[in-house]
């Protein structure tokens, strides 16, 4: 780490803190984050001042505990374990400044680049998928507000639709949140994070039955359900 900080930028060491905690067993993890916490909490700090127009913003319990959110969801793109098992202070999830929703929809994507990604895989889908892909384009296109369910075997095309679909949704300037319930499967999608992040959803919510996610009634979610799928 301290070889780390002196290159990397925040999201790395982040990357290799996680890597450490999990594959390397350190010995006080605690002390680890209380060393490094403010390297590995830069970038959160940086956006705080930007946000706050102040220059001066000091490091602060909320930016730490925002620094343990991420690497908690790191922890869990790879392992079921949390922050507590390794010793560290539990992330306040309901506390964050970062609004995961926010971010999410907030997420600049270039018309170009989108346009160009449709014109390229737009003829390539096979029949089935193109009835699929109107289906779907046709709902959103009519404000229809569908569910769709895509089931098919493995590797015939359903992650390849669902980013066709994400891309001309927001070619045509309307949102299209892209969730999955692992950080693998996030990857796969253009834009793509893990539901229980964005959502705020409990971890344990396979095994509480009342479970409910924590998301603020706000603008940009009443702004969301009016004008996306
Ligand atoms: N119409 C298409 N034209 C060209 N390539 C395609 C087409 N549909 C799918 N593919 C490619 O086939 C491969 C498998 O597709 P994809 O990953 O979308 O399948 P999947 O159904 O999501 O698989 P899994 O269920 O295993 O996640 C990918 O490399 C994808 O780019």
Same mark, same amino acid.
């Given at each position: 780490? +301290?070889?780390?900080?002196?290159? %990397? @930028?925040? =999201?790395?060491?982040? %990357?290799?803190? =996680?890597?450490? $905690?999990?594959?390397?067993?350190?010995?006080?993890?605690?002390?680890?984050?209380?060393?490094? #916490?403010?390297?590995?909490?830069?970038?959160?700090?940086? #956006?705080?001042?930007?946000?706050?127009?102040? /220059? =001066?913003?000091?490091?602060?319990?909320?930016?730490?505990?925002?620094?343990?959110?991420?690497?908690?969801?790191?922890?869990?793109?790879?392992?079921?374990?949390?922050?507590?098992?390794?010793?560290? &202070?539990?992330?306040? #999830?309901?506390?964050?400044?970062?609004?995961?929703?926010?971010?999410?929809?907030?997420? &600049?994507?270039?018309?170009?680049? $989108?346009?160009?990604?449709?014109?390229?895989?737009? @003829?390539?889908?096979?029949?089935?998928?193109?009835?699929?892909?109107?289906?779907? /384009?046709?709902?959103?296109?009519?404000?229809?507000?569908?569910?769709?369910?895509?089931?098919? @075997?493995?590797?015939?095309?359903? =992650?390849?639709?669902?980013? *066709?679909? $994400?891309?001309?949704?927001?070619?045509?300037?309307? *949102?299209?949140?892209?969730?999955?319930?692992?950080?693998?499967?996030?990857?796969?999608?253009?834009?793509?994070?893990?539901?229980?992040?964005?959502?705020?959803? @409990? $971890?344990?919510? +396979?095994?509480? !039955?009342?479970?409910?996610?924590?998301? #603020?009634?706000?603008?940009?979610?009443? !702004?969301?359900? !009016?004008? +996306?799928?």
């Amino acid at each position: 780490m +301290s070889d780390a900080i002196i290159s %990397e @930028p925040a =999201t790395k060491l982040r %990357e290799l803190f =996680t890597t450490i $905690l999990i594959f390397c067993q350190p010995s006080d993890p605690l002390e680890l984050w209380n060393k490094f #916490r403010d390297a590995l909490c830069e970038d959160i700090l940086n #956006r705080m001042r930007n946000e706050n127009q102040d /220059m =001066t913003l000091a490091y602060n319990d909320d930016i730490y505990n925002d620094g343990l959110i991420i690497i908690e969801d790191k922890i869990h793109e790879i392992s079921d374990k949390s922050l507590t098992d390794f010793g560290l &202070p539990a992330a306040k #999830r309901n506390n964050s400044l970062l609004d995961p929703l926010e971010v999410a929809l907030r997420k &600049p994507y270039n018309l170009n680049d $989108l346009n160009e990604y449709i014109t390229e895989n737009e @003829p390539r889908l096979v029949n089935d998928q193109v009835t699929t892909y109107n289906c779907v /384009m046709k709902s959103v296109s009519f404000n229809e507000g569908k569910i769709f369910f895509l089931d098919a @075997p493995g590797g015939t095309g359903k =992650t390849f639709i669902t980013n *066709l679909i $994400l891309a001309k949704v927001r070619s045509l300037g309307k *949102l299209a949140l892209a969730v999955a319930s692992s950080g693998i499967a996030a990857t796969l999608l253009a834009g793509g994070r893990t539901a229980h992040s964005t959502f705020k959803l @409990p $971890l344990t919510v +396979s095994l509480e !039955k009342d479970s409910v996610c924590s998301i #603020r009634k706000m603008d940009l979610w009443e !702004k969301f359900y !009016k004008t +996306s799928v």
